[in-house]
């Protein structure tokens, strides 16, 4: 097991030692433009790479810390991404700090490269909204000495701080909703992105039934998307013994299941099908849907990271779960028929 204790702060002063060469030599290698031996730079680039090292051109400027908080995000088009990023840089923005999103769409190495760069702007703070970068690069965060707020992730990062939204309560909740409702056969529909939240959703709703008896179907086709949950349908609606009560781990997923199960199935909701979402994006209230979800209180959650970043006696450990909120609409009976 890796040792997940923050390595202390690493100075210019280190890696010239490590490299056996002057801390004037090591300025020089981090300067655009400075004269410095090829040799010289090769040493200087292996100790700074092994101990951690990243030069702070803020710091040379300003001699001040840089309020600027790093935003680390995946999937940056679904509604709840979306909505989660508007709300933490308004809140951070309110408080005087300055927003750098690096998107994390591209792959791993290029992300990485992007996170190590904003080291070397000595960012305040990185956020991490994200499955990637791994935790490799961000216990280098934390080495650097940075604070690390980690949301809806299942990390275990000494020094870091993690947010998350109790899944397990959510998707008990729901199976409850959908007994209340009558619904004999079940079905989870989730993706095949394996993130920590949807697995925690996923395995919790299973988890719940078999304790109470009864089995789930599950099933995923494809990324967490409105196709995907489209997709589902045609799988689940083509085989005999479909559900008549299903949990999907976000509305994207539910939105797309919900339009295949009627226009190409003919299912009547709440009727015939009940569903159950999570998120609570927008478009799950538009009158065509009327999904019954449980929201995420991204309010809350952006208010703490805030407070979190302008205390310095917060810095350490903490993990912390907000309560999602029941959203309760039309995609459920609300009780046997």
Request: with cysteine; aromatic share 6%; glycine share 6%.
């Amino acid at each position: 097991m890796s040792d997940l204790r923050p390595r202390s702060f690493v100075s210019a002063q280190m890696v010239a030692e490590k490299a056996g060469v002057s801390r004037s030599a090591v300025s020089r290698t981090f300067t655009d433009g400075a004269s410095v031996s090829e040799p010289t730079r090769r040493k200087v680039l292996a100790a700074a790479s092994a101990l951690g090292y990243h030069v702070n051109h803020l710091a040379r400027v300003l001699r001040e810390r840089s309020s600027i908080v790093c935003l680390v995000v995946a999937d940056m088009t679904t509604p709840i991404r979306a909505t989660m990023v508007d709300v933490l840089t308004r809140k951070l923005q309110a408080a005087g700090k300055i927003t750098m999103v690096i998107n994390t769409e591209t792959d791993t190495e290029s992300v990485s490269s992007a996170l190590r760069q904003t080291l070397n702007y000595r960012a305040d703070a990185t956020v991490v909204l994200s499955g990637t970068p791994p935790a490799a690069l961000i216990e280098t965060c934390l080495a650097n000495g940075q604070r690390v707020v980690l949301i809806n992730r299942d990390d275990q990062l000494v020094g870091s701080h993690n947010l998350g939204v109790d899944n397990a309560m959510a998707s008990v909740e729901a199976l409850y909703l959908l007994r209340r409702a009558g619904c004999q056969r079940l079905g989870v529909i989730t993706s095949t992105a394996g993130t920590a939240s949807l697995v925690q959703r996923e395995r919790a709703f299973v988890a719940a039934a078999e304790a109470a008896g009864l089995q789930v179907t599950v099933t995923s086709t494809g990324p967490t998307s409105y196709a995907s949950g489209f997709e589902s349908a045609r799988r689940v609606f083509g085989r005999s013994q479909a559900p008549d009560g299903v949990f999907c781990v976000t509305d994207l997923l539910a939105l797309g299941f919900m339009d295949a199960a009627r226009h190409e199935f003919g299912r009547r909701i709440p009727d015939d099908l009940c569903i159950i979402g999570f998120d609570d994006i927008e478009q799950a209230s538009w009158e065509s849907y009327k999904l019954t979800t449980f929201a995420q209180p991204l309010t809350a959650m952006a208010t703490h990271v805030v407070d979190l970043l302008l205390d310095p006696d917060t810095a350490g450990s903490e993990r912390r779960l907000f309560e999602p909120v029941p959203v309760w609409r039309k995609s459920v009976r609300p009780n046997a028929s």
